[in-house]
């Protein structure tokens, strides 16, 4: 919602300097990035509902709950792949067949805010990995085509950015506090605490989060979730844990094929 709220990667403080319910629950863009080089995310989707997702098998992408509909037959998405600018002629177009939604899914500030949307084809691009165990340090990537600030337009150009992890007790607090619900074993936090700046915002919603492993490679660690606004120093990024859910996304993705 956030990313459909918040999705914005405020501040990519440049690596820091160096990409919903956005948090009211609505789409985000990356707050605070900078523009992404073309080529460095292959696996990266644009979804024609305006949120982002991620290809983990070569016809198979990873977005939110809270971006689709209900689980059946859907030909109306469209995925756009391989460029960092929305209007190149160069970008690989591939629509949907079908989406899978997590029969746990309500709202994503309940959990569970994961969906598989099943291509018309295989496409000849990498894929991301998904990461097997639960985060407890940083730091992350985003990226995305959201709001590069909070209540602003969706950008036609992709925006990258850093940014730290926030462990649970510190994220369940700051938004408990304020009457929102947080389940740790669901959510994954990031931001940066009491500065703010860099953050998803409207529009990135669904868009992946990645952590470099040992080798330098990518693997996907969350899926833009929710938050309030976007970049506010009170009020980290919240995404969906993705090996949380792992089990679930692996034998959801057997039962398409």
Not at 43 to 70: F, K, N
Not at 125 to 151: C, D, H, K, Y
Not at 154 to 163: M, P
Not at 195 to 201: H, M, P, Q
Request: aromatic letters at 8%; one cysteine or more.
């Amino acid at each position: 919602m956030r990313k459909l709220l918040r999705a914005a990667v405020l501040g990519f403080a440049l690596v820091a300097a160096l990409a919903a319910p956005a948090h009211a629950d609505s789409p985000t863009k990356v707050v605070g990035g900078v523009p992404a080089p073309q080529g460095a995310y292959p696996w990266l989707a644009r979804l024609s509902m305006g949120c982002g997702g991620s290809l983990i098998t070569p016809d198979v992408i990873l977005t939110a709950a809270h971006c689709v509909g209900e689980t059946g037959p859907d030909t109306r998405i469209e995925a756009v792949f391989g460029v960092v600018d929305l209007e190149s002629p160069n970008a690989i177009v591939v629509d949907s067949v079908y989406v899978y939604r997590a029969p746990e899914y309500s709202t994503a500030g309940h959990g569970s805010d994961w969906a598989l949307v099943k291509l018309a084809h295989k496409l000849p691009i990498p894929v991301v990995r998904l990461q097997p165990a639960v985060m407890t340090s940083g730091p992350f990537r985003v990226m995305g085509w959201g709001a590069a600030q909070e209540g602003g337009e969706q950008q036609r150009y992709l925006l990258h950015a850093d940014v730290p992890f926030v462990d649970d007790a510190t994220c369940g607090s700051l938004y408990t506090r304020y009457g929102y619900p947080f389940s740790a074993p669901s959510m994954l936090c990031a931001g940066v605490v009491g500065v703010g700046g860099v953050d998803t915002c409207q529009g990135d919603s669904g868009g992946p989060m990645v952590a470099s492993d040992a080798y330098g490679a990518f693997r996907q660690v969350g899926i833009v979730s929710w938050g309030i606004g976007c970049a506010r120093p009170q009020f980290p990024g919240i995404y969906t844990e993705v090996a949380t859910y792992l089990p679930a996304i692996s034998a959801a993705i057997t039962a398409l094929v």
